[in-house]
């Protein structure tokens, strides 16, 4: 028997066990049953090995001379999200939903390996279920826009470390990225810019709900935020009526002088890096028109139960012009049907809908009132994601002299991604903490592959904090950077562009 940590997994399920041998796959290896990962198994087997694994789906086609079966099947009593997963002559994959099933394959496909004799999958029994129900991934299309078949590789990459969340950045100075009917201008006027002067561009409702639905067939929610009331440039470039003009603050002065970004100029499209100067206007009435058909027109095409509001770095904005209007916008998210989602600045106003989640982007170590302000969120009734920027977010540089990424929460090797603990943050209840987010802002990232190379591995020692037990045996560093390392044949296999940090041993095959 072989330490269960020495297998190839990440995250770390639950409990696992290695047995000797290997299962030989070949196309005689048939699966069997109905469920959609039995069909996306094979495709991922084939795009791995070019092995064809023949399919039925029932039962009945077990028989006539083949070898071997791969079979998967639902059993509810097993965990929401779980499945057991056993290798040995044969595969078995007990899923406790669809879910779970999709989760079992996914560590299946981490057990395929090429070897001398050539590709085989690992022995194993494994029961698995998450730590955490919320596993998410944010991905900013406005600094940098990335089209429907980008946020598609995006969502298949993501999914497969076991997320199941993924936020979309729909809104920022830089760019408005979704189709509105009631304020067409937004995608008019202020969609085709982007940061650096780069191409924007927008989805339309079509687009939108193409991605909302790849992420169901992989179990991914998606939760599309408008940024408000700052963030919100871009709307002024459609609509001057609804924004403020722009209030300058020390550090958007020194850090454009630094960078050579030219200032925001009021309706005329932004595309620096600055944040804090915009705002929209706080006692018109037509604001919370325009509030409530967004989220109303986003909550028609939104499956999922969250809209995200936004609420950070309104710098300009008066706090108690702040406070009104936040209360009044996650009031308004729960009359069109949706739960509100936040960032955490939104917890300093006291009455803000009860329920509301926020998301907690302050530091490990909490600065000013940012615990405060998550913590109100718990008080009325909501709980937090956690967004922890200087382990969690995705956007900062592994080393000082890395090309892409910036710096102002921390420099984040993969240790330091990896070695942190999401209810050990704020003095909140355990129970107030529905899980994890990993934040990719794409101020520096023009291209997916850019994306890529900031997201993995970063993104699978995210994954492992939130999906695998705190105490699990193997749930460790020194274990981590090893199983981590096994997953540099498959990431080649997908064209995933990971960054081969030299603090993991990454493997050939
Ligand atoms: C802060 S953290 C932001 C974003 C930037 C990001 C860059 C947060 C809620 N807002 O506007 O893109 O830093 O790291």
Do not use: C
């Amino acid at each position: 028997m072989v330490l269960p940590h020495s297998m190839p997994l990440v995250p770390l399920p639950a409990s696992s066990i290695a047995v000797d041998g290997r299962l030989p796959v070949s196309d005689g290896l048939r699966v069997i049953g109905d469920s959609p990962a039995a069909a996306q198994l094979i495709d991922a087997v084939a795009r791995r090995s070019g092995i064809r694994l023949s399919h039925s789906t029932d039962s009945d086609g077990a028989g006539d001379g083949v070898a071997s079966t791969i079979v998967l099947r639902i059993d509810p009593t097993t965990a929401p999200e779980g499945y057991g997963l056993t290798v040995g002559d044969s595969v078995e994959i007990v899923g406790g939903d669809e879910a779970g099933l999709f989760y079992g394959m996914q560590t299946l496909l981490q057990l395929l390996r090429e070897d001398d004799e050539g590709w085989a999958f690992l022995r194993a029994e494994i029961t698995d279920a998450p730590r955490f129900a919320r596993r998410g991934v944010m991905l900013d299309v406005t600094r940098h826009f990335f089209d429907v078949d980008e946020v598609k590789k995006f969502i298949d990459s993501t999914s497969a470390l076991k997320f199941n969340h993924l936020h979309l950045h729909l809104s920022d100075d830089q760019g408005w990225r979704i189709q509105i009917d009631s304020w067409p201008k937004l995608t008019e006027l202020a969609s085709s810019t982007a940061s650096l002067g780069d191409p924007g561009g927008f989805y339309t409702k079509d687009d939108y709900r193409e991605i909302v639905a790849y992420a169901a067939e992989r179990h991914m929610v998606v939760i599309p935020e408008i940024d408000l009331p700052g963030h919100t440039h871009a709307i002024g470039v459609a609509y001057p009526e609804l924004v403020e003009d722009p209030v300058m603050n020390d550090s958007l002065i020194a850090e454009s002088a630094r960078l050579g970004q030219p200032l925001p100029v009021a309706g005329e499209p932004y595309l620096g890096w600055g944040v804090g100067h915009s705002s929209v206007r706080i006692h018109e009435e037509r604001t919370y028109e325009f509030v409530r058909d967004v989220v109303r027109e986003l909550a028609e095409m939104t499956p999922g139960p969250y809209i995200h509001i936004g609420g950070d770095e309104s710098l300009g904005t008066p706090q108690a012009d702040f406070d009104l209007f936040v209360e009044r916008a996650t009031a308004i998210v729960f009359e069109e049907g949706k739960i509100p989602v936040a960032w955490h600045e939104v917890g300093a106003a006291k009455d803000i809908a009860e329920g509301t989640i926020g998301q907690y982007w302050g530091k490990t170590t909490p600065e000013g009132s940012h615990a405060e302000e998550a913590a109100h969120f718990v008080e009325r009734g909501g709980a937090l994601i956690m967004s922890t920027a200087d382990v969690a977010y995705l956007d900062m540089k592994y080393t000082e002299d890395f090309p892409l990424g910036l710096t102002w929460a921390a420099i984040i090797d993969v240790r330091r991604a990896y070695e942190w603990e999401p209810t050990a943050v704020l003095d909140v209840p355990e129970s107030a903490i529905l899980g994890i987010e990993a934040p990719l802002w794409s101020e520096t990232t023009r291209t997916l592959s850019e994306v890529e190379q900031l997201v993995f591995p970063r993104a699978a020692a995210q994954a492992e904090v939130a999906w695998s037990p705190h105490d699990a045996d193997g749930r460790d560093w020194e274990s981590f950077r090893e199983r981590l390392g096994a997953l540099a044949p498959l990431w080649k296999a997908e064209g995933v562009d990971f960054h081969p940090a030299d603090e993991i041993p990454w493997s050939e095959r």
